[in-house]
């Protein structure tokens, strides 16, 4: 990946920018909490799913990186539709596995770029969490290290074609051996309702 992608999209925000667009989302009506670095913001979501919820998650970089995913998949704490969908057999079941993780209590994930002004991208190959990010979710918890923000829209395209896009193809090749790619893009501009949507916004770079 060439040097200048690099510095462009991997560095981490100001804390003037961060307040920022923290503001700007809370305009928005998306809750936005500041996390200090990966083990805060993992405090913070935990904090808030109520012991035995119905969680949902992508495979998320993010997560993996500040330990949520391995508390949900290993605590016993919640009913993670991940694992139980895992043990789903996608021949027999593909319609009550599409029902269950379409709209579950909690939806967490990450987003691939947030500009200065608030708005959210997320984009994917198979789709299966933009669904629940719109608006199948109850509730939406998504945690963004300030390496994310972007100045603007055009920007934060580009981050998911040149900066996230060739990371994910790279990661996917090495693990199933073929080509992943940009099917769809979801663009949040705003939350209609209150409280559905939380940002947890990390001051230290975490996930792509």
Known sequence: MAETVMNEFARP??????????????????????????????????????TGAEVHSGKSKTLEDAGIFRELNESGKFEFLRTKMMAMDRQTQSREMRKMIGAPD????????????????????????????????????????????????????????????????????????????LAKTLIIEREWQPDRTTVVLVREPIGV
Do not use: C
Not at 23 to 40: F, S, Y
Not at 43 to 50: F, K, Y
Not at 111 to 123: E, F, K
């Open 13 to 50: 925000s100001t804390a003037e920018v961060i307040d920022r667009v923290a503001a700007a989302l809370g305009d928005r009506n998306i809750t936005t909490v500041i996390a200090k670095d990966g083990a805060d913001a993992k405090d913070q979501v935990l904090g808030m799913l109520p």
């Open 106 to 181: 909690f939806m967490l994930g990450s987003v691939a770029a947030v500009t200065t002004d608030g708005i959210l991208v997320a984009a994917s190959a198979s789709a299966s969490q933009l669904g629940p990010y719109a608006v199948g979710a109850g509730k939406l918890i998504l945690v963004v290290g300030s390496q994310k923000i972007v100045p603007d829209l055009e920007t934060a395209l580009r981050r998911v074609r040149d900066y996230v896009l060739p990371w994910e193809d790279a990661r996917v090749f090495e693990a199933i051996g073929i080509h992943s790619f």
